[in-house]
């Protein structure tokens, strides 16, 4: 169990030791059957990368969100100014609300954008925002689900009144622990991969078979 | 059989319990199959045999289920095991007697269990439905044994290294075993709640991903170069896939329950793995894909590498599937419909058996020392399982994509019902195929047994394949 260090992604083995693998390698069937010490092909580390990131991407909450009530306030705040009034169709008055409404944080935009609504929608859900607006409620912690606005499935940490918060956040632990499991994962790997002999050795199979 | 059950270990000829476990497994496919397309009929025909508590498809439903997994699939990696472990090892079975007795036991539990399954003595909770006595009979006399025996084998072996496939028939019946204890722990201690949810899934994960999955890539690490005669592409990606499998695999079980109330944290941990299991299904299709350099024609000549490699490409759909359809994104459309049955047939009647028939196709021949006695079944046999499955799995996709939009769109159950209905049936006739396909498997195997051409010494069964 020879070690050095000196050219890691070379090999982690010294001669000696990638010698008795080598010849191991080399001298013994295994039914039959031999191996090659190619390389991880680099097509094959470029998924692997892909792979990780897409991983973090695509289950992020920030994704397949259902659209929260507090999105829309402004909306409806809009719906009955003069300006909105005076506009003749209703494409045209949705065009001003969203041009008027947007939100100056990026990920509340990124929201409104993916949840576009058309007037009809507003329409049905103007009087539920404004009731739920007059009792003081959090709008975060309501999710808009085709015609109704209601209580958000998810729960999370409790608050400070024993009840679980609502608001999914788009980061949590268990992200933080993926990170280190994975970076874990990827030192445990290149260093079991690199305690082989170098990939430019070649097998010769004709020893054994 | 029962001639070695009481006779002395030398006495029994090497390669006697894997032809026991071979033709075991390809009988419970026969019936596994044979279910399913019962079951499949009474979907399709609701009038289908009404009128008995006993074959309602409450009953029978899990029947079929567990006779394919613990019947032909288990079955049938058990025979790998039992002659690929001391090939690989270039030594013989640690005990063929111990062997004989695995696959006697196997046979009687497994028969008993479905049966009190079938007249309704269940746990109640999918994959692990075995009543507790059962699940104890499976860990002391099923799982015991065969893990005994290919550990054994293993560190009787006369080579110095440990091939690959090895490594997984190694630890795959260490975590099966793990596996089925600690996911039966809810009806050892009587737990309920979302204990109960998450250890049953945990349970229904890990069956797939710590036992089916990596021991039928275990066979494809054999059979590709072993038939080829091509060495292993690379031992470097047979490193990354094995421990990939084991850190990777073993964590997502949350995933199964993205809209439970259990902790967001754990649900993220679990989705982000879930999508990690792209990493081994990576590894395992290149390595075996460019093992196959200069042998294609293989592909469509040899019937072990048509099963074999058919079964490696469908690695790649049914990991995209897994991979991506527990995320939250995705999940809330896809969960609870036809769409989850596509996938699970996918990787138990796909991937898995495309890998498994291979290799007792090539395990019997050679044990057997006899050829097959029809190529031209065998082709039907694939053919007829691929048609079959392949209708099965988009028919019920969609089913499952329609059933999402039902579900989302709150449209009455009645018209998503009626709306299905032809895939229903198309379901059904794929699943009649794969079971017609089956049966002349059986056949073919047993006419191979007691018909076949004697294949001479020093020659290997594929090597003969089109010498009359």
Not at chain 2, 430 to 440: E, H, W, Y
Request: glycine share 8%.
């Amino acid at each position: 169990m020879a070690w050095k260090f000196d050219k890691p992604l070379h090999s982690m083995s010294d001669a000696e030791q990638n010698k008795k693998a080598c010849d191991v390698w080399e001298g013994e069937s295994l039914g039959g059957i031999a191996e090659n010490n190619n390389r991880v092909p680099r097509a094959v580390i470029w998924l692997m990368v892909m792979t990780i990131v897409t991983a973090f991407a695509v289950t992020n909450p920030l994704w397949g969100q259902r659209p929260t009530a507090s999105l829309y306030v402004d909306y409806v705040k809009l719906m009955d100014s003069p300006q909105v009034q005076a506009i003749a169709t209703d494409k045209g008055k949705m065009e001003y609300i969203v041009n008027n409404a947007k939100s100056s944080d990026s990920r509340t935009l990124g929201l409104q954008d993916r949840h576009p609504l058309t007037m009809d929608d507003l329409h049905v859900i103007k009087d539920q925002i404004i009731e739920l607006e007059n009792k003081g409620v959090d709008l975060e912690e309501y999710t808009i689900i085709g015609p109704y606005v209601q209580l958000a499935n998810f729960e999370g940490e409790p608050k400070a009144d024993g009840t679980p918060s609502r608001k999914q956040p788009f980061w949590d632990k268990g992200y933080t622990i993926d990170i280190f499991y994975v970076a874990y994962f990827c030192i445990a790997m290149l260093i079991v991969i690199k305690r082989l002999p170098d990939y430019s050795w070649k097998p010769d199979h004709s020893v054994a078979h | 059989m029962f001639k070695y059950l009481f006779a002395k270990n030398e006495d029994i000829p090497p390669g006697t319990a894997a032809v026991y476990f071979g033709f075991s497994s390809i009988l419970w496919f026969v019936i596994g199959t044979g279910l399913g397309s019962f079951n499949a009929a009474k979907l399709a025909f609701p009038d289908f045999v009404t009128g008995s508590e006993l074959f309602s498809f409450g009953h029978m439903r899990q029947v079929h289920v567990l006779a394919v997994i613990f019947g032909w699939i288990s079955m049938a990696f058990a025979m790998a095991m039992m002659y690929i472990t001391p090939a690989l090892g270039n030594t013989k079975l640690w005990s063929e007697k111990l062997g004989v007795w695995n696959c006697f036991l196997w046979n009687i539990g497994l028969s008993t269990g479905l049966t009190l399954l079938w007249f309704g003595v269940t746990s109640g909770r999918e994959y692990s439905d075995f009543p507790w006595f059962i699940d104890l009979y499976i860990a002391s006399f099923i799982a015991l044994p065969m893990a005994i025996n290919v550990w054994m084998t293993i560190l009787t072996r006369r080579t110095q290294g440990i091939y690959t496939t090895n490594w997984f028939f190694g630890a795959g019946v260490f975590m099966i075993a793990i596996v089925f204890i600690v996911g039966n722990s809810p009806e050892w201690f009587n737990l309920t709640g979302l204990s109960e949810a998450y250890l049953t899934w945990w349970f229904a994960h890990n069956v797939l991903g710590l036992w089916i999955t990596p021991i039928a890539a275990a066979i494809a690490y054999y059979t590709v170069p072993k038939v080829t005669g091509n060495p292993l592409y690379s031992h470097r990606i047979g490193h990354l896939h094995f421990w990939s499998v084991v850190v990777f695999y073993s964590t997502p079980a949350a995933h199964h329950l993205m809209s439970a109330p259990l902790p967001e944290w754990l649900k993220s941990f679990a989705s982000v793995e879930g999508v990690l299991i792209l990493v081994p299904a990576i590894a395992f299709v290149s390595n075996l894909l460019l093992t196959m350099q200069g042998k294609w024609h293989m592909f469509v000549e040899n019937v072990e590498i048509k099963f074999t490699i058919t079964g490696v490409l469908m690695a790649i759909p049914l990991n995209m599937q897994g991979g991506f359809q527990q995320t939250r994104a995705i999940n809330w459309y896809v969960h609870g419909t036809g769409w989850i049955v596509a996938h699970a047939h996918l990787a138990l009647l796909g991937f898995s058996t495309f890998l498994e028939a291979a290799a007792v196709y090539y395990g019997l021949q050679t044990i057997l020392r006899r050829k097959l006695f029809s190529l031209a079944l065998a082709n039907f046999h694939f053919w007829f399982l691929l048609i079959g499955f392949s209708i099965y799995w988009v028919s019920m996709t969609i089913a499952g994509l329609i059933q999402g939009a039902g579900k989302i769109y709150e449209v009455p159950y009645i018209d998503v019902v009626i709306a299905e209905h032809p895939y229903m049936i198309a379901r059904w006739v794929g699943g009649t195929m794969v079971f017609t396909g089956n049966i002349v498997w059986l056949y073919n195997m047993y006419m191979t047994a007691k018909a076949g051409t004697e294949i001479p010494e020093g020659r290997l069964p594929h090597e003969l394949a089109y010498e009359r």
